[in-house]
């Protein structure tokens, strides 16, 4: 019995670990030149169309589309 809960124990583990990553990972940041205001880059997520906009260099690493607040 020890095994099978260690088995089951690890498995929602993998689950937790998964969901979270979907999370992150359904967001696909592009940047817009077009739309650049000075120094500040802008970004658009092609998942949920949420715009950010950074100065540093990279994509945003986390989405910020405001419908999924609340
Ligand atoms: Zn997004």
């Known amino acids: 019995m020890h095994i099978l809960l260690g088995l089951l124990i690890a498995f929602v583990i993998v689950v937790i670990m998964t969901r979270s990553r979907r999370a992150t990972r359904a967001c696909r940041w592009r940047e817009e030149r077009s739309g650049n205001r000075g120094s500040l ?3 658009q997520c092609m998942a949920c169309g949420a715009e950010v906009y950074r100065a540093a260099k990279g994509d945003p690493d986390m ?3 405001p419908n999924k607040r609340g």
């Open 63 to 65: 989405c910020r589309d």
């Open 41 to 43: 880059r802008k970004h």
